[in-house]
């Protein structure tokens, strides 16, 4: 897993200076270290080799004996995301503090499903539960009679994700609507455009190439050159919110986003919490986790606070020019909860669906059957968008795919160019 000669050298400076701690008696404190790792991993969080090694290098510059110093060096290390905070503390507490923390995360488990729906514990915390039972073998009776597959309720089970928040997704869930997301084909009604290319049944004909052709036999025309006009799909431009309060959905539609930039051309994507960010070229590398690297490195607002208003409104004047010619269609993710309330968010998006043919807003909280558009920035954007939609789980993004490929709502505008 880990290159022989660097792995040898860290942990055995890491074993020899935990040997002399009364954290880690018997030196199997980096052995131990390997396995919360591993079980991070399991839980979702982005951790490699890397993380590991300098996990256990940080271990040699600090006293192993001070719970405090070793929970602040490894989060340090090993976590480069502020939503991933809440995880790894959950998880430090629970393996550091009990050797039998595989059983109790299974007990807790157990309680908690009997809990009532508003008593249960966070997503973070099931997720934790699942992946600390996932290493566990399962004892097999010797006479055990071979495996029956029942699949009567696959249909089901495959609706019930479909249907679930992606919120309340564990880590595996999420993992299967990944898949899922890469299967999704977003086929954009195509418009037709100014130009025309050469076709031998086109319906227009055309002069200058029949006179050109005409050369050929000394001027006499033997045949007339039709031509017909090009269409094909407007290009697509996203606005998606990564601020805290929509950043499991954000990680969600950037895996949606990244299966959508590498089926078509024209695709553009930009990123806005307190800030703008392109992220166009990122998103168009083949891996998404190379993509996702890339783009973990140039956004530094991811999960803080929103300025709708302000990214709008420098998207107008910065992009708008760029990308939103030739009969774009927008999208916009967000819940709409900007810190500055509504302050120039009605002209931002006003200008901003005077720009582009149509203007399709995503919100995750039209999940909730009694949702009401109270906040302020919610009015304030509501009379400039085409279409109010929900985006919190498959079905959504499905209906989504369904409703780009229309015709109706988008006939205005003019004749791409």
Known sequence: MFPDRDAARIIGAAQARAAGASAAPGGHFADNLLAFTRLLR????????????????ALTEIDLAERRQVHAALRAVMVHKREHFEMFDQAFQLFWRDPEAAA???????????????????????????AMQENKPKPKLADEPPPQHDMTFTVSERERLSEMDFEAMSAAEIAEAKQEIKRLVLPLDERRTRRFRPDPLGPVADLRATVRQSLRTGGEIL?????????????LVVLCDISGSMSRYAQIMLHFLHAVANDRDRVHTFLFGTRLTNVTRQLRHRDPEVAFEMISHIVPDWSGGTRIGESLDLFNRQWGKRVLGQGAVVLLITDGLDREGAKGLAEATGRLRGSCRR??????????????????????????????????????????????????GAQRGRMAA
């Open 104 to 130: 109790h995360a299974a007990a807790m488990a157990l309680m908690d499903a009997n809990k009532p729906k508003d008593e249960k514990p966070p997503p973070a915390s099931r997720r934790l539960a699942e």
């Open 42 to 57: 399991r839980t979702g969080l982005p951790l490699g080799p890397g993380e590991a090694i300098a996990g256990l290098e």
């Open 223 to 235: 045949d007339l050159a039709r031509r017909r006009r090009i269409t094909r799909p407007p290009p």
């Open 359 to 408: 203007l399709i807003w995503l919100n995750p909280l039209l999940r909730f059957a009694g949702f009401q558009p109270k906040s302020q920035g919610i009015r304030a954007m509501l009379p400039h968008v085409d279409d109010f939609r929900p985006v919190h789980n498959l079905n959504s993004l499905r209906d989504l795919v369904a409703s780009l490929s229309e015709r109706h």
